[in-house]
């Protein structure tokens, strides 16, 4: 029984050595089963020739670097009759062994490409010999088993009747048969008291149940690639069009405005209750930017206006940060800062009804006014130069998040329309009425809507929509 014990400790300890080798779960974790056939060089005092038997072992794999097994072996030896005197009498013509235990593979290199399964195998094996040779034909004893083993992979995929992760499984090991006798065998007062014999095992190594599936790999993440946005090609026009509003679907053009002239940005919008421009409006700037460089003789004033929503002193601050918010993104785009200024009005000159949705739309606004350039005055009829006005507006219409705009629409005054007095101009010359933009009581106070009675000019008839009356800022 100390033999039995002394085998199980062994045991015990390689089976502790092998769990500390690796515990990373990239294993075949499935019980096995391990028919194999045994070839065995006996101890010359056994009195007999080779061994010849199978063992069968039922085992797991614990961690990637131990397994343990239940072990069952058998070999039958063929007596050597003339190593016994016939004094002996007669011997039988074969010898049997038989054992059952436990044991143990630990593998020394589990995560190697060509020596994954390279395993150290001890057991511990409560054996039974019977038809002995000599004075004893029967005899209980404890096999200890220790050497080397390899596992070589099949299929790891199946292939025919042979399930997947199958392995031929080869073993060399040194076995000691303690059976503690002094008679056994050939051997009469042996001191051994044992058998140190070598066995050779080859078989399979068969795994029981369905293969573990390998972990579906993550879906490699995907990257959008977003190509940038591109500014609207600005159109070529063949000639210089006229200051006015450009056709639906066409860029803005500066090309024949004049000192005074007024244009609402009609879609340059900012988001709720801030000066961060949209992205169309930041499009929308993209044609001035490119108008204003094709006419660096002008300088212009960016005017901010808001709807009546919130107090008077609120909207007046909103206004002044989108107007310079429009004025900071022109400069980006290439605008020479010295050529703009910016102003806010708040909710003072509506040019619409605050008190209905598409009034406040309207009222919602920015614009550019000219307020320099080298041809500022257009010639009339007799040679005498007058100033020119007028407010337009651009083709793309305005959403409820609009940016507060600058001045409102050019009242409905003189500097609109040619004085009256016979010494500049005939009084049939005025701007037709149809011309005019809306009036807009809160939008001018400081001039009349017609020339004085003496025939002069207003003094404010040259500052386009603008008007005398805007608070200061």
């Known amino acids: 029984?100390?033999?039995?014990?002394?085998?199980?400790?062994?045991?015990?300890?390689?089976?502790?050595?092998?769990?500390?080798?690796?515990?990373?779960?990239?294993?075949?974790?499935?019980?096995?089963?391990?028919?194999?056939?045994?070839?065995?060089?006996?101890?010359?005092?056994?009195?007999?020739?080779?061994?010849?038997?199978?063992?069968?072992?039922?085992?797991?794999?614990?961690?990637?670097?131990?397994?343990?097994?239940?072990?069952?072996?058998?070999?039958?030896?063929?007596?050597?009759?003339?190593?016994?005197?016939s004094s002996a009498g007669s011997q039988p013509s074969n010898a049997k062994l038989y054992g059952y235990g436990g044991g143990a593979n630990v593998y020394l290199m589990p995560s190697s490409t060509w020596l994954s399964g390279l395993f150290l195998h001890v057991d511990v094996q409560r054996g039974e010999g019977r038809s002995a040779p000599g004075p004893i034909r029967s005899y209980g004893t404890t096999l200890f088993d220790a050497g080397l083993g390899y596992n070589y992979i099949l299929s790891k995929n199946g292939w025919g009747f042979i399930p997947g992760g199958t392995a031929l499984r080869a073993e060399a090991l040194y076995r000691q048969d303690a059976h503690g006798q002094g008679e056994l065998g050939t051997a009469y007062g042996n001191e051994h008291k044992y058998f140190q014999e070598t066995v050779f095992n080859i078989g399979l190594r068969i795994p029981l149940g369905a293969a573990p599936q390998e972990p579906a790999a993550e879906p490699e993440e995907q990257t959008q690639v977003v190509a940038p946005e591109e500014p609207p090609a600005e159109a070529p026009a063949p000639t210089?069009?006229?200051?006015?509003?450009?056709?639906?679907?066409?860029?803005?053009?500066?090309?024949?405005?004049?000192l005074g002239d007024t244009i609402v940005l009609k879609g340059v919008n900012f988001q709720f209750n801030k000066d961060t421009l949209t992205l169309n409006a930041k499009n929308i700037l993209n044609d001035v930017a490119a108008a204003l460089d094709a006419r660096k003789d002008i300088k212009v004033e960016i005017d901010g206006h808001t709807d009546s929503k919130g107090s008077d002193a609120y909207n007046q601050k909103l206004s002044e940060r989108r107007a310079a918010s429009v004025k900071r993104y022109l400069i980006s785009r290439g605008v020479s800062a010295d050529r703009m200024s910016s102003k806010g009005f708040g909710e003072s000159q509506p040019i619409a009804d605050n008190n209905t949705d598409?009034?406040?739309?309207?009222?919602?606004?920015?614009?550019?006014?000219?307020?320099?350039?080298?041809?500022?005055?257009?010639?009339?009829?007799?040679?005498?130069?007058?100033?020119?006005?007028?407010?337009?507006?651009?083709?793309?219409?305005?959403?409820?998040?609009?940016?507060?705009?600058?001045?409102?629409?050019?009242?409905?005054?003189?500097?609109?329309?040619?004085?009256?007095?016979?010494?500049?101009?005939?009084?049939?010359?005025?701007?037709?009425?149809?011309?005019?933009?809306?009036?807009?009581?809160?939008?001018?106070?400081?001039?009349?809507?017609?020339?004085?009675?003496?025939?002069?000019t207003p003094a404010d008839s040259s500052s386009g929509s603008m008007d005398s009356s805007a608070p200061p800022q």
């Open 1 to 85: 029984m100390s033999k039995l014990r002394l085998g199980t400790y062994a045991l015990a300890i390689a089976a502790t050595f092998g769990s500390q080798i690796s515990r990373a779960d990239d294993y075949d974790h499935r019980f096995y089963v391990a028919p194999m056939g045994s070839f065995t060089l006996p101890d010359h005092e056994r009195g007999t020739k080779f061994g010849y038997g199978g063992e069968l072992a039922l085992g797991k794999r614990l961690t990637k670097g131990l397994e343990l097994e239940l072990l069952g072996t058998f070999t039958n030896f063929q007596v050597k009759q003339g190593d016994f005197p």
């Open 240 to 258: 210089p069009p006229p200051c006015e509003p450009p056709a639906p679907g066409q860029p803005i053009s500066l090309e024949g405005c004049k």
């Open 358 to 456: 598409e009034g406040r739309e309207i009222n919602r606004r920015v614009e550019l006014k000219v307020t320099d350039a080298d041809a500022g005055k257009a010639p009339v009829e007799g040679g005498e130069a007058v100033p020119t006005s007028g407010a337009m507006d651009t083709s793309t219409p305005a959403s409820d998040s609009a940016a507060p705009a600058a001045d409102s629409a050019t009242p409905s005054d003189s500097s609109s329309s040619t004085p009256s007095d016979s010494s500049n101009a005939p009084s049939s010359d005025a701007a037709p009425a149809s011309d005019t933009p809306p009036a807009d009581s809160g939008a001018s106070s400081g001039s009349d809507s017609s020339a004085p009675a003496d025939g002069t």
